[in-house]
């Protein structure tokens, strides 16, 4: 494995205007030459949640070694929080996948599968990249090409997709610095469109920070555009959950009340990827 880490804003000349992220820790499997290997990866873009005041290492680094281990190049953003503003995360999200796709050929990369996954605001930012990729605010900062930066698919994982859905955190007010005029720049399902790529989302019915609806708003809107899409309901289980499992909580910690099974959802999200044909090329 190669791990090392970018520095986003550097690699693509744009000023970083007192911005504290825009940094992509890179998981790269490697080709052994006495295997006579020759394989392309899919890769994954990890985005942490934390409200978009924080970035959590929870949701980062269990999550892209875990996808690593089923055979993914890994990628986590560690992007802007307050008191940086809309569309600075955007843009630096871009700016990742565009990286991913421009180093494909030295890194292992098979570029026409790159998804990227996010959780609770980073699963808003994940949704911002799925339909918002062709935004022209984003070419306000970098030069991008919507190919570049349109995921292969997307994994939203308890995701913020609506200011108007429960929700608590002041994921939105983070975001737009209270300036309700950026709300419907942002609100996800209602930016979704027939080039939305495919989406696998999860959730927990009685999620106390992020509503389901969220979840379910984002189906619907899929649904109605037409986007293929996968949705798994979990009766119950706190937000926040991760991997749901040992790897981001100590014994004393687990949480409780969860329904059995939840930690599935990542094999279940890697199944579905696959038969959006992810998976090493030779």
């Not at 979840?215 to 289980?237: C, E």
Request: aromatic share 12%; net charge negative.
């Amino acid at each position: 494995m190669k791990y090392f880490t970018v520095d986003l804003y550097d690699y693509f000349g744009v000023e970083r205007n007192g911005n504290a992220g825009g940094s992509l820790r890179v998981y790269l499997h490697e080709n052994y030459s006495e295997l006579n290997m020759n394989r392309r990866y899919p890769a994954m873009l990890v985005l942490p949640g934390g409200g978009y005041a924080m970035v959590s290492e929870r949701e980062a680094a269990p999550i892209a070694e875990r996808y690593f281990s089923y055979g993914y190049n890994a990628f986590i953003l560690t992007y802007s929080v307050v008191p940086s503003r809309y569309p600075t995360q955007l843009v630096e999200a871009a700016m990742a996948m565009a990286y991913i796709r421009r180093n494909a050929t030295s890194h292992f990369t098979d570029a026409d599968h790159v998804a990227a996954i996010g959780f609770s605001a980073g699963g808003h930012l994940c949704g911002s990249l799925a339909t918002m990729f062709a935004d022209e605010v984003i070419g306000q900062y970098v030069d991008l090409s919507a190919e570049e930066i349109r995921p292969s698919a997307a994994v939203l994982s308890y995701a913020v997709i609506n200011p108007q859905e429960g929700l608590s955190g002041g994921t939105f007010s983070n975001l737009c610095g209270g300036n309700d005029e950026i709300l419907p720049l942002v609100t996800i399902d209602e930016r979704v469109t027939e080039n939305t790529p495919p989406l696998f989302i999860w959730h927990t019915f009685n999620d106390g920070c992020v509503d389901v609806s969220n979840a379910i708003k984002i189906a619907a809107a899929a649904r109605a555009n037409n986007v293929p899409f996968a949705m798994h309901i979990f009766g119950s289980g706190q937000h926040g959950l991760s991997t749901a499992d040992g790897d981001v909580y100590s014994t004393a910690a687990m949480p409780q009340n969860v329904s059995k099974g939840v930690e599935n959802w990542l094999k279940m999200s890697i199944d579905w990827l696959a038969e959006n044909g992810f998976g090493y090329k030779e």
